[in-house]
């Protein structure tokens, strides 16, 4: 049972260039998110997804675009880097609710490192 | 004012003390309040979750919360140095889909 997986873990950008993000759940997991972490701003909500074929924005979704063409997968693109997009990217999923809290719990993945150069 | 405010630390400490990590909030709708811990480069992980207002117990950990003050702790008892890490706590933003609002986390150093 591997939870959440981010690939790449790394990766170096020009300003302008693309790339996606590809997380990965085996867990079964309805709700799927995209974050990124920046010293003192703390996590912030990119995009997300409550089910196959849905997304929806976040906070910061200016610059990124998802996709969530299977359950499991949830993609996150960047059409034209910009070095304000160098950060830590964090993919999580979860229940709509948490069968024992009635919370929503998150499961995160170990992140992907992005610079913008 | 931030939905959520958190103290960044870092917070140093020996072995064995207890420690006291803080959470302030603006927006009393809150209903309950959550815990993440996260060590250095990983993913953020769930320690704890309380509803409302009270205390509640997990080993050496206990999750406080004073809804009157808008105010949210998590005491370590016997601190070790495997519990330094960075602690965020997690409060959802609205009911329904429950977009949760991250502190932007404590971090912990616990010296042998």
């Known amino acids: 049972n591997a939870g959440v997986t981010q690939t790449p873990k790394f990766r170096v950008l020009k300003t302008g260039q693309s790339m996606t993000l590809l997380c990965a759940q085996d867990m079964n997991h309805e709700y799927m998110y995209w974050y990124r972490q920046d010293p003192g701003m703390g996590l912030r909500l990119i995009h997300y997804?409550?089910?196959?074929?849905?997304?929806a924005k976040g906070e910061v979704p200016d610059g990124y675009n998802v996709s969530r063409l299977k359950k499991q997968n949830f993609l996150l693109g960047l059409e034209s880097a910009a070095p304000s997009q160098t950060s830590v990217y964090f993919c999580?999923?979860?229940?709509?609710?948490?069968?024992?809290?009635?919370?929503?719990?998150?499961?995160f993945g170990a992140g992907s490192r992005l610079t913008v150069l | 004012q931030k939905e959520v405010e958190q103290d960044p630390g870092p917070l140093s400490v020996p072995e064995g003390a207890i420690v006291s990590l803080n959470c302030t909030y603006s927006?009393?709708?809150?209903?309950?309040f959550m815990w993440y811990r996260q060590y250095s480069r990983k993913g953020p992980e769930l320690l704890m979750y309380t509803y409302s207002s009270g205390n509640k117990e997990d080993g050496r950990f206990t999750a406080q919360v004073d809804k009157s003050s808008k105010y949210i702790s998590l005491f370590i008892r016997d601190s070790q140095p495997s519990d330094s890490a960075t602690y965020l706590c997690a409060i959802p933003r609205e009911t329904g889909f429950q977009k949760l609002v991250f502190g932007t986390g404590t971090r912990l150093l616990v010296s042998p």
């Open positions: 927006n009393s709708a809150f209903q309950y």
């Open positions: 999580a999923s979860s229940y709509p609710r948490d069968r024992r809290s009635g919370a929503n719990v998150l499961t």
């Open positions: 997804s409550v089910g196959e074929g849905t997304t």
